[in-house]
């Protein structure tokens, strides 16, 4: 059985895209279980996110209720008021007088125009969809990987071939699991390839670097406080380093969100203890990372639009 983000007992993904009649977009939402602490760390040059800095280990609020990733760029991140609506309905979220306000982090792919139509990117009703499905999906079901969700217009390699889901899991002895669910749309190539694949005759595309993100959330059954989460997420994009080349560019926006479902606690009778297996989960977490990015790659299909053929990587 092939790993997954959803071996992280009461992980939930769901799906949402549009192919065809000038759409190639998407949007994807992972949903935690209700109490999950959660983080972030941004290194792109170009990120387009929505409620990240309420991730920020110092802010009030130290628990998510869902993370929207989506295309569409800056426009897609209108995703997250749909699947915050949809959480409002189910009565997640931080308690106020009158109410509670879900906790719904956003980031964003750019991918608009790859299916001809540079407006057809996806709105609300996408991100409130994509909500519903993710809840409405089983305990440890499957993950679909490739040309869905938010990585339905991703391409890696500045265009050169397409890109998208990718999803990997890890089982430490403790009973920890560290999941990964990335979606690749990056301006580098797999390591220990370039953007230029010389032995098949095609070459890099003319013009310059198209923009470029990387998304990925990481998941966790461990109790991890706000500022662990922060530093799994940091861990995290050595993942990414080693998966991708270049990463972290000016032209990427490569984000990694941190989610902790609190369900085992680790070892920490001793400072030495603690420190072992927070290094010992981190760590974890970037395999899982690099396994996720190469997962997306192998799993895309070549798929063609009113913009252009966009090879799977695999295919050439």
């Known amino acids: 059985m092939t790993s997954k983000i959803t071996d992280v007992p009461g992980i939930r993904v769901g799906h949402v895209q549009r192919i065809g009649g000038g759409w190639l977009s998407g949007v994807t939402v992972v949903l935690p279980p209700p109490g999950t602490v959660g983080s972030v760390d941004v290194r792109g040059g170009g990120p387009g996110t929505h409620e990240t800095d309420a991730l920020d280990p110092t802010t009030l609020v130290p628990t998510v209720d869902a993370v929207v990733l989506t295309g569409g760029s800056a426009f897609g991140l209108v ?3 749909g699947a915050q609506r949809w959480c409002e309905e189910q009565g997640r979220g931080f308690a106020v ?29 996408m991100g409130y969809e994509a909500a519903g499905a993710a809840a409405a999906s089983s305990e440890h079901a499957d993950v679909v990987r490739g040309n869905v969700g938010a990585g339905t217009g991703a391409v890696i390699g500045r265009g050169a071939f397409k890109g998208g889901v990718g999803t990997s899991s890890i089982t430490l002895d403790n009973g920890v699991v560290v999941g990964a669910l990335a979606v690749v749309n990056a301006l580098g190539m797999p390591f220990g390839t370039s953007s230029r694949r010389t032995e098949s005759g095609s070459s890099e595309p003319a ?17 991890l406080d706000p500022a662990e989460c922060k530093r799994t997420a940091s861990a995290a994009h050595a993942g990414l380093a080693r998966a991708l080349s270049p990463s972290h560019t000016l032209a990427d926006g490569d984000t990694v969100f941190a989610l902790a479902t609190g369900a085992v606690g680790l070892d920490r009778s001793s400072e030495q203890a603690r420190q072992v297996s927070l290094i010992t989960l981190q760590s974890a977490a970037a395999d899982a990372v690099r396994l996720a990015v190469l997962d997306g790659v192998a799993a895309t299909e070549s798929i063609t639009t009113a913009a252009g053929t966009f090879p799977a990587y695999g295919a050439v």
Do not use: C, K, S, Y
């Open 79 to 81: 995703t997250a008021h």
């Open 97 to 125: 007088t009158g109410g509670a306000v879900p906790i719904v982090p956003a980031a964003a792919i750019f991918d608009l125009g790859r299916g001809g139509d540079f407006a057809a990117r996806p709105d609300e009703a």
């Open 207 to 223: 013009g310059p670097p198209a923009l470029n993100t990387t998304l990925v959330v990481v998941a966790t059954n461990a109790v």
